[in-house]
């Protein structure tokens, strides 16, 4: 395996903004071996279906599908993100329809962050409609004093402080999605 000390930095610098490891790799591979793990007692027998929400989730999905050791399919979908910002915009749209028939399917939706929890929301309404056998969402992240909706997270990786965090999949401006840990931007 390469020394990835040049893929794993402690500290990124962005113009005057500084961003600094608040998830080391380690920690959060185990995390999602373990909710892989989870996924697969709970669901022995049933033959789900990982939706991950484009394009935040896929590095979280990729790795929580190796940790599955039942048999499961995937699929993805994209919603409008952020843009280049840091905040919300409030509105979301579909940019990418999903292909699978998720009919009478047990579906995990697999999403990167749940911030306010308006994307969240608008995806269980989305997939609510095309009768899934059942439903449930794994997020790798929770911001709970950011949540604004009502939503239920059944797993959850790590909830963590309001910072804005790129890093494993997620990112700024869309950048930063290659590096390994997760990052948090420093007030
Ligand atoms: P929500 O709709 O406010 O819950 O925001 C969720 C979406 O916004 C996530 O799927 C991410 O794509 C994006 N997002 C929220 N917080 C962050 C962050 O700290 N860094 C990068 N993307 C974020
Ligand atoms: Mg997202």
Redesign the pocket.
């Known amino acids: 395996m390469r020394e990835h000390k040049d893929l794993n930095p402690e500290v990124i610098r962005v113009g005057n903004e500084f961003f600094r490891i608040m998830l080391p790799e380690e920690k959060i591979l185990k995390r999602v071996e373990e909710i892989g793990e989870e996924i697969s007692k709970e669901y022995k027998g049933k033959f789900p279906i990982l939706i991950g ?1 484009l394009n ?2 896929f590095m979280f999905l990729a790795d929580l599908m190796k940790n599955i050791s039942i048999k499961c399919e995937m699929d993805f979908f994209k ?1 409008s ?2 843009g280049d910002e ?1 905040i ?1 915009s409030g509105k ?1 749209r579909l940019l990418k329809e999903l292909n699978a028939d998720i009919e009478d399917r047990h579906v995990i939706i697999v ?10 929301k608008y995806i269980e309404e989305l997939i609510g409609g095309m009768k899934p056998a059942s439903m449930k969402v794994a997020a790798l992240l929770l ?1 709970p004093n ?1 949540l604004k909706y009502d939503v239920k997270i059944d797993y959850i990786g790590f909830e963590i402080p309001d ?4 890093g494993y999949g ?3 401006a869309q950048k930063y999605r290659n590096l390994r840990s997760i990052y948090a931007l420093e007030e």
């Open positions: 929400v935040g989730s919603l993100s952020y840091k919300s979301v999403e990167d962050i749940v911030d306010s929890g308006l994307s969240i911001k950011s910072a804005f965090v790129v997620l990112d700024y």
